[in-house]
C-alpha cells in the first residue's frame, strides 16, 4: 500500500523580525513628530504602528510531519495536474526541484510560494506518495484562473473620475509573462498606453517591464481646506523601462529610466477653474524634455492566497531629473511600507506607510493627496507639496465566500499631509487630513483583478465632509 502525504495538513507560523524592525522605526517616527503635542495623531499612528509590530507576521513552513515522513527519501518523479494555457516546463522551472536528488522539503515550499505569486493560479496543492524502495513521486494539483482579460478599470473620488479601457494577459504564451494596452481618460481628457512585463526575464534572472504612455488629464489646485486654487492641463508622452533583480534573501534591486516631453496648457479647463486661475494669479508650468533615471530597493515581499495578502515589503525610490533642452534638473525619493496580516475567519489586516520629498518648485512633480488614491473623502489633490507622508490601514473580512465569488467588508483609516516644507508638517504649522469610513468589495477569484470595491469616508480634518469613493481593485 502507497501513503498519500498532503504537504498542507500543517501549517507554522513564524515571526519575521524585520516586519516588527520596519514598524518599530515607523512608529518612532510618528512619536518623535509628536513631541510638541502628546495628544495628537502623530502619537497615535505611532502607537498603531507599534502595535503593527507585534502582530504575528504569518508564512507557511514546511510542516515537521512531512520533513519527517519524506526524510532521507529520493525525489523520483513530479506529476502536474489542472494545466490548461500555462507551459508545464515553465510550472517544473519555477519548482525547481529536481528528480533524482534528496527530497528538499523547504526548497518545495519556496517553490510553491513562488507559484502562487505569480498570480495565475488560484491553488496549487502538492501531495506525496510513497514508490518502490526509497522513492516518493510529488504530485502539483493545481487550478489556473482566467488571465486574458478585457481591461475595464474605472476610479472616482474626491471629485475626479478615471475610466481605462483595454486588454491584457498575465500569462502570454503560457509564461507568465504580461501583455496589454489601453485607452484611458481622466474626466473627460483621454489618453492610451501600451505596456510589457516579464517576471522572469533573461533565463529567470531579472524582472523586466516597459510601458510607451500618452496622458493627458487635468491637474485641479485646491487650498489645503478644499477652496479651489486653479488647475491645468498635462499633456504627457512617456516611454519608460525597468529592471529589477533579487539580491539573494529578502532584498531586491532595480533601475529604472524614463523620457518624459511634458507639455502643459488651461486647455479643458472649467470657466471656474480659469477664473480661480486668473484670481490667484497662477501660471500655466512651462514645458518640459525630461530624462529620469531612478534607482530601486527593496526589502520583503507578499504573499498571496488568492484575493488575500500576506508578508511585509518595504520599498525605497531615488530619482534624478535631467532636461534635455527644456525643463530643470530635479531630484525625487519616495518611502513606501506595507504589511498585511491573515486573521481569522479569513480576515485580512492591510496597512500602508509612506512619505517623500522632492526638490522642484514646479507644481506638476508636486505630490498631490486627495479621495482618488490617498486620503479617501478629499478632493482629488486637495493636498500637494514638495513633502509628504501618507498613512492608511484598513481591515477586511469576509461575510460569504465561494470558490467563485466573495463579499469582503471594510473599515479603514487614512491620514496624511503635504507641504513645501518638513518643517511645515512636524511643527503642526500645516493640519494633517484624517479620514474614516467602511466599504464593501465584491470579489471573484477565479479571474483576475476582479476586485469591486465601493467605500464611504467621514472626513474629520481640515473640514468636516464625507463622500464615496469606487474602482475596480483593493484601495492599496
Not at 90 to 114: K, Q, S, T
Not at 119 to 148: C, D, H, Q, Y
Amino acid at each position: 500500500m502507497r501513503a498519500v502525504i498532503c504537504l498542507t495538513s500543517k501549517v507554522r507560523g513564524t515571526c519575521s523580525r524585520r516586519n516588527v524592525s520596519s514598524y518599530s522605526l515607523i512608529s518612532l517616527l510618528f512619536i518623535s513628530l509628536a513631541r510638541t503635542d502628546p495628544l495628537s495623531w502623530n502619537t497615535f499612528l505611532g502607537l498603531a504602528c507599534a502595535l503593527l509590530s507585534l502582530l504575528p507576521f504569518q508564512r507557511a513552513s514546511a510542516s515537521p510531519l512531512l520533513i519527517e515522513a519524506a526524510r532521507g527519501k529520493t525525489l523520483v518523479g513530479v506529476n502536474v495536474q489542472g494545466l490548461s494555457r500555462t507551459d508545464e516546463k515553465f510550472v517544473r522551472d519555477e519548482l525547481n526541484l529536481p528528480v533524482g536528488e534528496a527530497f528538499d522539503a523547504e526548497r518545495l515550499e519556496e517553490g510553491v510560494r513562488r507559484l502562487k505569486n505569480l498570480r495565475i493560479f488560484s491553488k496549487v496543492e502538492p501531495t506525496l506518495e510513497e514508490a518502490e524502495g526509497n522513492g516518493v513521486v510529488l504530485t502539483l494539483n493545481i487550478t489556473e484562473i482566467w488571465t486574458l482579460m478585457p481591461h475595464i478599470a474605472f476610479q472616482g473620488g474626491g471629485g475626479t473620475t478615471f475610466l481605462s479601457l483595454g486588454a491584457f494577459d498575465i500569462n502570454t504564451f503560457g509564461r507568465a509573462k504580461e501583455l496589454g494596452v489601453r485607452v484611458e481618460t481622466f474626466g473627460r481628457v483621454p489618453g492610451a498606453a501600451v505596456w510589457a512585463a516579464d517576471p522572469r526575464f533573461w533565463d529567470g534572472a531579472l524582472q523586466a517591464s516597459s510601458e510607451l504612455s500618452l496622458t493627458r488629464r487635468v491637474r485641479t489646485l485646491y487650498e489645503k481646506k478644499g477652496s479651489l486654487e486653479g488647475g491645468f492641463l498635462i499633456e504627457r508622452s512617456e516611454a519608460k523601462a525597468s529592471l529589477r533583480r533579487n539580491l539573494g534573501g529578502p532584498w531586491n534591486a532595480g533601475v529604472g529610466i524614463a523620457v518624459q516631453a511634458n507639455n502643459y496648457s488651461d486647455g479643458n479647463l472649467t470657466r471656474e477653474q480659469s477664473e480661480a486661475n486668473a484670481k490667484s494669479a497662477h501660471a500655466i508650468p512651462r514645458e518640459e524634455r525630461l530624462v529620469r533615471p531612478r534607482a530601486m530597493l527593496r526589502l520583503g515581499g507578499l504573499d498571496y492566497e488568492s484575493y488575500l495578502n500576506k508578508g511585509a515589503v518595504l520599498d525605497l525610490e531615488a530619482e534624478q531629473a535631467l532636461p534635455l533642452k527644456k525643463g530643470v534638473s530635479f531630484r525625487r525619493y519616495t518611502c513606501t511600507a506595507k504589511y498585511f496580516v491573515l486573521t481569522s475567519l479569513r480576515g485580512n489586516l492591510a496597512s500602508r506607510f509612506a512619505f517623500g520629498s522632492q526638490t522642484s518648485a514646479a507644481s506638476p512633480h508636486h505630490f498631490y493627496l486627495g479621495g482618488l488614491d490617498s486620503i479617501r473623502g478629499l478632493k482629488d489633490g486637495q493636498a500637494r507639496g514638495s513633502r509628504f507622508w501618507l498613512a492608511n490601514a484598513e481591515f477586511r473580512i469576509p461575510s460569504y465566500e465561494t470558490s467563485d465569488i466573495a463579499l469582503q467588508h471594510a473599515i479603514f483609516f487614512d491620514a496624511g499631509d503635504a507641504a513645501k516644507k518638513w518643517n511645515d508638517v512636524t511643527q503642526g504649522k500645516n493640519q494633517a487630513s484624517l479620514s474614516v469610513g467602511k466599504g464593501v468589495r465584491l470579489i471573484a477569484p477565479q479571474i483576475f483583478g476582479a476586485v469591486f470595491r465601493l467605500d464611504y469616508a467621514w472626513v474629520l480634518r481640515p473640514t468636516r465632509t464625507h463622500g464615496a469613493s469606487f474602482a475596480i481593485g483593493q484601495f492599496f
